[in-house]
């Protein structure tokens, strides 16, 4: 009985520390976390009609290479700004992930929020890419593109530019 319980805590004792040191290298990133911290972030500020901080979300090559940003967010204020009642499931796909030395050096994925309904009885659906993670090119770091269509297809329209 105590080989027993020496060889189940020597296995309980191994499978946490790998836990604990594949969290703290890196190797390990949660992406829905991140998927659904941006998701928030997006929701709150279009609730609050910061198109400041919606901008703040992209990164600085689409800002740069997008003419009209500002035009495009203020659409997306238009529609959204301050009359988001509810949201449905936030789901992730397309996800890249590079790796370096056991560090991830660049992640990259597409999020939908689905069910995004207005305080109109309108629902949609936005969809944007996001790279969080960009160590050799950091101003790609950040949103290239949301886009927005809505259930009866009369509103679509993309903000930002695929960089």
Same mark, same amino acid.
């Given at each position: 009985?105590?080989?027993?319980? *020496?060889? +189940?805590?020597? &296995?309980?004792? +191994?499978?946490?520390g790998?836990?604990? #040191?594949?969290?703290?290298?890196?190797? #390990?990133?949660?992406?829905?976390k991140? @998927?659904? =911290?941006?998701?928030?972030?997006?929701?709150?500020?279009?609730?609050?009609?910061?198109?400041?901080?919606?901008?703040?979300? /992209?990164?600085?090559?689409?800002?740069?290479?997008?003419?009209?940003?500002?035009e @495009?967010?203020?659409?997306?204020?238009?529609?959204?700004?301050? =009359?988001?009642?509810? #949201? $449905?499931?936030?789901t992730? $796909?397309?996800?890249? @992930?590079?790796?370096?030395?056991?560090k991830?050096?660049?992640?990259s994925?597409?999020?939908? *929020?689905?069910?995004?309904?207005?305080?109109?009885?309108? =629902? #949609?659906?936005? @969809?944007?890419?996001?790279?969080?993670?960009?160590?050799?090119?950091?101003?790609?770091?950040? /949103?290239?593109? &949301?886009?927005?269509?809505?259930?009866?297809?009369?509103?679509?329209?993309? &903000? $930002? =530019?695929?960089?």
């Amino acid at each position: 009985m105590k080989k027993l319980f *020496i060889i +189940f805590g020597t &296995i309980a004792a +191994f499978m946490i520390g790998f836990i604990v #040191y594949v969290n703290l290298s890196g190797v #390990y990133v949660n992406v829905h976390k991140l @998927q659904v =911290k941006e998701c928030e972030m997006l929701i709150e500020y279009l609730n609050e009609s910061d198109s400041e901080s919606v901008k703040s979300m /992209f990164c600085e090559r689409t800002i740069c290479n997008c003419e009209n940003i500002d035009e @495009q967010i203020s659409e997306l204020i238009a529609v959204f700004g301050g =009359k988001i009642d509810s #949201y $449905g499931e936030i789901t992730g $796909g397309g996800e890249e @992930q590079y790796t370096k030395n056991g560090k991830i050096t660049r992640l990259s994925y597409d999020v939908t *929020i689905n069910d995004v309904v207005t305080n109109d009885g309108q =629902k #949609y659906k936005i @969809q944007f890419v996001s790279v969080p993670v960009n160590d050799e090119y950091p101003d790609y770091i950040g /949103f290239e593109l &949301i886009g927005v269509d809505n259930n009866n297809g009369s509103v679509s329209f993309n &903000i $930002g =530019k695929r960089v």
